[in-house]
């Protein structure tokens, strides 16, 4: 049984670039959550997909935006890269929403130079 | 919002002993509790979720309680191995999921 994958996994971009990370959930889950972590902190929540919607968004910019396919695998885009963008972008999946258990993959390391 | 605090942000034990991370949040009103282990530059590998309904989860040398009503949960490590060193991470679970700043924790043999 597969776990959550992500691809790619080291990215490096410059400032003003758009980048789209991808990931795909656990077999059986319907949920995807995004979270980035910067370097020394815990991992921040950007968003939520269920039923190929966006269902809960945390405080980050318009310039992150996501899509859920039909399979549940995940995009997560970012617009207009910012130095403070470089971080570790996690994916998280779970049956139906937050309150069960997630479970994250391994991450995109992605720098902005 | 849930604020999420981990003490300490860092331990260093000898092999062998026993040893509690905490967990605080602010808002009482979580769906769930739950900690993970992240080693560097690695994902999350989720250890023990405690529903709200729950008081305790074990899971071999790990045990995690959850006191709602204090807005505490505990991690306790028994018998403390140098594979155990990682970074421990506790998030709470709302209508987002809020995660502590971790407890690096060195285990030297």
């Known amino acids: 049984d597969a776990g959550v994958t992500q691809s790619p996994t080291h990215l490096i971009k410059t400032r003003g670039q758009q980048v789209t990370l991808r990931c795909s959930p656990k077999s059986g889950h319907d949920t995807v959550s995004w979270y980035q972590q910067a370097l020394g902190q815990g991992p921040q929540f950007i968003f939520q997909?269920?039923?190929?919607?966006?269902?809960q968004r945390g405080n980050f910019p318009d310039r992150f935006s996501g899509h859920q396919f039909p399979n549940y695998s995940s995009e997560l885009n970012v617009n207009a890269l910012l130095l403070g963008d470089s971080a570790l972008y996690l994916c998280a999946s779970s049956l139906s929403g937050t309150r069960s258990r997630q479970y994250f993959g391994p991450g995109t390391r992605l720098t902005v130079t | 919002k849930q604020e999420v605090t981990q003490i300490p942000a860092a331990l260093s034990v000898p092999e062998g002993e026993n040893l509690v991370l905490n967990c605080s949040f602010t808002d009482s009103a979580i769906y769930n509790l739950q900690w993970f282990r992240q080693d560097p530059g690695k994902g999350l590998t989720s250890l023990l979720l405690?529903?709200?309904?729950?008081r305790e989860q074990t899971s071999g040398r790990l045990n995690a309680s959850l006191d709602k009503s204090s807005g505490r949960s505990t991690l306790y490590i028994a018998a403390s191995q140098p594979g155990d060193s990682a970074t421990y991470l506790c998030?709470?679970?709302?209508?987002?999921?809020?995660f502590g700043t971790g407890t690096s924790l060195t285990v030297i043999p």
């Open positions: 998030a709470g679970t709302g209508n987002q999921f809020y």
């Open positions: 405690i529903q709200s309904s729950q």
């Open positions: 997909y269920y039923e190929e919607e966006e269902r």
